[in-house]
């Protein structure tokens, strides 16, 4: 009858083992190995238990513009509705072998890019299902009380409804702002958010690309630095665009620890709008130079079909992921097929 009793007792203790995956050490100062002492910015995985809970697919991120649930007002005003929910348990293989612990808006890092128009109505329901207080802090124009500062929103199910007019028009990054921030920022709480001017820009195949990096052991400087999160994917899985169409980069910087970052491109040059607020070009370069949460709006063209590398000219941040290829067909060649 004991034996039994400590059998079940046994079952019981293995059935709550899964529970432990989630455990994470709060302590922030430990002692490694060799004894030195060491203080991180972020929780520590057990490695024991770590599986990868994200599936992030840099390719459909590139083109995905998610433009809400659109609800028409009786004065005329377009409500645009998105429903956005927080997470700081799950794990991201970020790299061949590298699990790492990533806090998500809707289950990714970067989050949703949300897109609406200039002086439509944002209405955000903002779900916390984290552990920590998370919120949602927008770049751009907004009443204070909107602003995803000074109220946080509590985890295990904490709400709050953020809503205003979309403006101004541009290319702006949304990201949690709980103290510590530089921690809530570079586990992933962050994403996009582009404000298209009333007349449309010139149609093009757009795309989205957030410049990011990854602390992965804690001692605030990035180990591994991508375009859209996984490191060197669009070198191994080049981005396909054609000749002769118009090619709009909505890029936005969120790298932490680092000064700067910044974005060339071979082969040719590109029209320039920082923040995207302005629909006349400030530059025509192949370079630009980007802090903390700078962004703008490239746009270029290729004439020549071929294989083209674009990346950080810091070179470090290249050599540790921030690197891509465009491979741009001939649109004539392709038109000639077609007919
Ligand atoms: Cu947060």
């Not at 005329?76 to 590298?98: C, L, N, W």
């Not at 699990?99 to 990714?108: A, L, M, P, Q």
């Not at 207080?133 to 709400?159: K, L, N, R, S, W």
Request: proline content about 6%.
């Amino acid at each position: 009858m004991i034996s039994l009793l400590a059998l079940a007792v046994g079952l019981a203790t293995l059935a709550f083992l899964p529970v432990l995956s989630d455990a994470q050490s709060e302590s922030k100062t430990f002692l490694t190995h060799s004894g030195t002492v060491i203080t991180t910015s972020g929780d520590i995985i057990d490695p024991l238990y770590t599986v990868s809970t994200v599936e992030f697919d840099p390719m459909q991120y590139l083109r995905d513009f998610n433009y809400g649930k659109v609800i028409e007002s009786s004065d005329g005003t377009t409500i645009r509705e998105f429903t956005i929910i927080a997470e700081d348990d799950k794990i991201m293989e970020i790299s061949p072998g590298v699990f790492y612990n990533v806090w998500t808006f809707n289950g990714t890092v970067p989050g949703p890019t949300m897109r609406v128009t200039e002086g439509d109505i944002l209405r955000i329901n903002f779900i916390n299902n984290g552990s920590k207080e998370h919120t949602m802090h927008f770049h751009g124009i907004h009443p204070a009380e909107m602003d995803g500062v000074f109220e946080p929103v509590g985890g295990g199910g904490g709400q709050f409804v953020y809503e205003f007019e979309a403006g101004p028009v541009g290319v702006h990054p949304y990201h949690c702002h709980i103290m510590p921030l530089e921690e809530h920022i570079i586990h992933g709480l962050y994403g996009v958010f582009i404000v298209d001017p009333k007349e449309p820009r010139a149609t093009a195949d757009e795309l989205v690309m957030v410049l990011n990096g990854f602390d992965t052991d804690f001692d605030t400087e990035n180990n591994l630095y991508a375009a859209n999160t996984i490191p060197f994917y669009y070198q191994h899985h080049p981005i396909m665009i054609n000749t002769d169409e118009l090619i709009r980069i909505y890029v936005v910087n969120m790298v932490e620890f680092d000064p700067i970052n910044n974005f060339h491109l071979h082969g040719n040059l590109y029209k320039y709008y920082p923040t995207g607020t302005d629909v006349v070009p400030s530059f025509y370069t192949d370079m630009i130079t980007l802090s903390q949460t700078e962004r703008g709006i490239m746009e270029f063209e290729y004439d020549y079909p071929g294989k083209y590398l674009f990346h950080a000219h810091k070179v470090e941040f290249s050599e540790k992921g921030w690197t891509g290829i465009f491979v741009v067909n001939d649109a004539d060649v392709e038109r000639d097929y077609g007919t």
